[in-house]
């Protein structure tokens, strides 16, 4: 299991080595099926953080909070984030490549708009932010 960081900082890498744009918004939706592909394809969580179902969707607090500086601008990317590929395994990336390739070539609002449909995120949303369960997201997506 990774930390987020570490997988949020993966992320934005491949984004931008696909000279793609990813704001927070945008990182903490495809952190979200990023969880639920690498649930239904090992039975195993990524990350170990909880997601929570916030107002524009399911959420990681620790990833939110660490790039919120920000704000809605696209995220840049810095040299050690590079380092992070290694960290992650060949096999593990494979997943979250997968994932990365099909959601980063969306708009934020598009991400958005498919997760305020899915039952994992609807079944949660309260104000207050309620955690959304790995079992709830494995079984929806499986």
Known sequence: MYRVIDVAQYIIRRCHLQGRSISNLK?????????AQYLVTTGNKCFSE???AWDFGPVVPVAYHYYKAYGSANIPIFKRIGEKREMISSEDRMIIDEIIDE?????????????HNQAPWKNHYAKG???IPPSEIKEYFK
Do not use: G, H, P
Request: hydrophobic fraction near 45%; proline fraction near 0%; charge should be positive.
């Open 27 to 35: 990182l903490q939706k495809i952190l979200y099926f990023v969880q």
């Open 50 to 52: 909880d997601i929570e």
């Open 103 to 115: 959601c980063s070539k969306r708009s934020a609002s598009a991400l958005v708009q498919i997760t």
């Open 129 to 131: 932010n309620n955690i």
